[in-house]
């Protein structure tokens, strides 16, 4: 199968998944499940939770056993894509060509949407541990989405982005934020999924190598888009890094050289799963998608 | 032992591990860990890291065995403190007699401070069920407390809290603000430390109906001395529930209503520990305590 058919037939799944495992609209208090349900099902890619998949399928496992812990990853995206919108934060009014979560349901609920978001998706994580074969991996790999999505994480990767504004540019700050930012949440992605269908330690170490590739380009890939994207594909206005003066991959290397960056990074991903057979393609393909996306 | 000293030493045990498990203040980015360190340290009574540890003794387990988990559900709290009191929600400027999070590092960073401790605490919490007899128990517990932060919970109480103050004034509505940003945690807390150490159905089901009682006796409580307190006690202005025109038991019921129905509650958490002998002493003292605090 192709890859993007395939991503297509993951994410629908998901969304199935997500929608049934987000709260209905009329519970009570009505606004914030309203406000969970508007930012998360608005239509993303669902590249982190079909990374999931893709990794269970890599190591033998079964996609439907870590739907649960797929869409868990993909709440915990959303609560940072919430939060990082914030005015406090980033203070962006357009997220997937529509209003931030923020600028619909107020400052106040959009706080709160993220922080349920994150909440419920460490208890899809629990959940998907308890359905896994062995509990105690259901636990390993909720302990490593924690590390992904905290401080030497995402939220570390967070604070370098909205103070390096004022510190100054580097090379290995850029590189820093965006392994912080995105990677860790991409090597978590592809470990969680393996992890619950009981996966080796070598080919947990390659898919590693392979996570932190894949997210490497992507971010990569992502910094690009909004320097030569066409505001219409990107759901938010372009140029929005320069104008923040936020550090990018092309701001501090050029064009040029973060597009080969890009393509080594897919191409170390690729080669990351040497040692897996056809039940690997969807990462193979996912990793030339990420950057396909733009050049 | 009296219940003061014994809740005394359980405080010592529990702050002596928060400062073991939170980042080091240089590990970058510094100010992130110097955010979650400033309100997790700051002296809180650890009332509920302490029911965590007096549940786990009361079903014949040790203290030691659940501290991690007692950490965990303290950061929890302390996230939903630090995001309660942010500009766009409470807007309060002093907490336990210091300056809110947000007055001293800033919105951005007391929301990713909230957003970490929230992480870690989950993190904790599984790190906690690794450690435990079972690790299914470990998941078991971790669900619970994320229901209990959840919107059925925690976030759910905190929307119907700011949004109260639109909707109008009811007793019903009141009695549900309180179980869900106090209770439920009160609850979540008990059960944690008890089905970590291998609890039956029965006695979770007893320690059910002690958390629900002893959780709302203090927050009863906890409006009663927003009223009556003193300023120096409290760390924060007397009389700000009122100003805020927040829903508390007092401004609905009145003062000696109030003060009957926290008395009945805690007596109601006493009752439901029928069944356990003197290791669940700490449990009763804990209930008396709540309402001891001020009057």
Wanted: with cysteine; aromatic share 6%; net charge negative.
């Amino acid at each position: 199968m192709e890859f993007e058919t395939a991503l297509v037939s993951k994410a629908r799944l998901i969304d199935q998944a997500l929608d049934e495992c987000l709260p209905p609209e009329l519970a009570p208090p009505g606004v914030i499940h309203q406000a969970m349900r508007y930012s998360v099902l608005s239509g993303g890619k669902r590249l982190r939770p079909a990374l999931v998949l893709g990794a269970a399928e890599a190591v033998g496992g079964r996609a439907e056993n870590v739907i649960l812990a797929a869409c868990g990853i993909e709440l915990i995206h959303c609560y940072s894509l919430i939060h990082d919108d914030l005015p406090a934060m980033d203070n962006d009014d357009f997220r997937r060509g529509r209003p931030t979560n923020h600028k619909v349901f107020g400052e106040a609920i959009a706080i709160l949407a993220g922080d349920a978001l994150l909440t419920l998706g460490f208890e899809l994580l629990a959940r998907a541990g308890m359905a896994a074969a062995s509990p105690a991996a259901g636990l390993r790999a909720l302990v490593e989405v924690a590390q992904a999505a905290g401080t030497e994480g995402m939220v570390g990767g967070q604070v370098l982005d909205i103070t390096s504004q004022e510190v100054g540019v580097g090379a290995e700050l850029v590189e820093q934020i965006h392994r912080r930012k995105t990677g860790a949440l991409f090597v978590a992605s592809v470990r969680t999924g393996a992890i619950l269908s009981g996966a080796s330690e070598e080919q947990l170490a390659a898919l590693d190598d392979y996570g932190r590739a894949v997210g490497l380009a992507f971010q990569i890939a992502d910094d690009i888009l909004d320097v030569v994207g066409e505001a219409s594909k990107l759901g938010k206005p372009v140029g929005g890094d320069a104008q923040k003066r936020k550090l990018t991959y092309p701001g501090v290397f050029g064009l040029p050289a973060a597009r080969e960056r890009a393509k080594a990074a897919a191409a170390e991903a690729v080669a990351a799963l040497r040692k897996f057979g056809p039940e690997a393609d969807f990462l193979r393909g996912a990793a030339q998608f990420v950057i396909n996306r733009e050049f």
